[in-house]
């Protein structure tokens, strides 16, 4: 969920559980959060158990935060418990390791949620224990238990992508009206609205001018999603578009994939039916998704630089090391339902062939794939 409220009412609420924790014992945070939950001990040791709970290993993205987070915590001098969800994508694997990070006594847990409707209970268990709870990538939802978000824009990268979908259009066929396809994400995971929204917030005035028609007559999201985030359930839904929508010689002149996994599943399946390859979105800057672009293949995709969200965060849990208050930069836009909680949003970049050098300059892994 992604709403805008009024920040008044929860700096009033912020100041007072701070005046009364500071009466209390003194050694709370000060600043708005905006949470109901106790506010946790001010500051601990540098040697201290930080938890980092991710999903399971379904993008290139992932693994390398696992990377990140295990060598950036040691070398800060932190202990590290990194765990990934089991291959299944089960959030019970997920809701057990966050309550091992508990016992353990982490004082800080990262939780990029495998289903973010179903660790409140944990992300419960993590306050009592005095733990801080930093929702990573994807809001956790439906508690009040979550002390930050921090995530790159998420509602923006839908935008981009929904931009990115028109402006290709128009690049192959300058004329309308062009038909088009709509996937987004799992449903289990809260940012697959999130992104499908922003784009949606492109795409349907399009699609009320008649300038954009959905062929398949699909727009809604419990239609267009992809459970798991799986290609094979994306090029299979593409397969049964092909052939109920597009027999004969009609095309379908782009589709919305919501990351470069779905893009190159949709790509496999138009080629597989001898059709000619649409205009197709993605996120992630996935290494074989940046060869597609370069080969004039698949369009577009979104540069979330996994080293700078993996920095950030870490920057974070320092300044709570040193009893600091994190910095946020927003804290009216991300409702999970039972708070707005307070956020570090990073801007994404969109990605075509025509800029892909400039956005993976300082990239030593993508950069040579431009040239």
């Known amino acids: 969920m992604r709403t ?26 000060d600043g708005d959060t905006g949470s109901d939950s106790a506010a946790p001990e001010k500051g601990f040791a540098q040697n201290s158990l930080i938890g980092v709970a991710l999903p399971a290993k379904t993008s290139e993205n992932w693994v390398l935060a696992g990377d990140l987070f295990t060598k950036g915590l040691k070398d800060a001098g932190f202990q590290a418990d990194v765990q990934y969800a089991g291959a299944s994508t089960t959030v019970a694997d997920q809701q057990a390791q966050i309550t091992a990070m508990v016992t353990k006594g982490a004082k800080v847990i990262v939780i990029g949620a495998t289903d973010a409707a179903q660790l409140s209970t944990q992300v419960a268990q993590a306050k009592e224990s005095g733990a801080v709870v930093v929702a990573y990538d994807r809001l956790i939802t439906n508690t009040k238990d979550v002390d930050y978000y921090i995530a790159f824009d998420n509602f923006k990268v839908g935008e981009l992508q929904g931009q990115a979908l028109l402006d290709g259009m128009k690049e192959k066929k300058p004329n309308g009206p062009w038909t088009i396809e709509l996937f987004s994400g799992s449903p289990d995971d809260n940012n697959s609205k999130v992104f499908f929204d922003g784009a949606m917030s492109v795409l349907q005035p399009a699609i009320d001018k008649g300038d954009v028609v959905v062929g398949s007559k699909q727009t ?6 992809t459970q798991g985030w799986k290609a094979e359930n994306a090029q299979s839904r593409m397969d049964s578009l092909l052939t109920s929508a597009y027999s004969g010689d009609k095309k379908v002149d782009g589709v919305l ?4 996994t779905l893009a190159r599943a949709i790509i496999t399946s138009v080629k597989g039916a001898g059709k000619p390859i649409p205009v197709v979105t993605g996120q992630d800057s996935e290494v074989e998704s940046v060869k597609s672009i370069m ?8 540069n979330k630089d996994t080293r700078k969200l993996v920095a950030e965060t870490l920057t974070m849990v320092k300044s709570l090391q040193a009893g600091q208050e ?5 804290t009216d836009s991300y409702d999970n339902g039972e708070k707005v909680v307070p956020s570090y949003l990073l801007p994404p970049v969109i990605v075509t062939k025509e800029n892909a050098a400039e956005a993976y300059a300082n990239d030593p892994t993508l950069a040579p794939l431009t040239k």
């Open 295 to 302: 080969k004039g293949e698949q369009y577009s995709t979104i």
């Open 220 to 225: 809604d999201i419990k239609q267009t999603a």
């Open 326 to 330: 994190p910095t946020v930069n927003d």
């Open 257 to 260: 994939s919501p990351n470069d």
């Open 4 to 29: 805008v409220l009024t920040k008044g009412l929860l700096v009033g609420a912020a100041a007072l559980m701070t005046m009364t924790a500071l009466t209390a014992c003194g050694s709370e945070r």
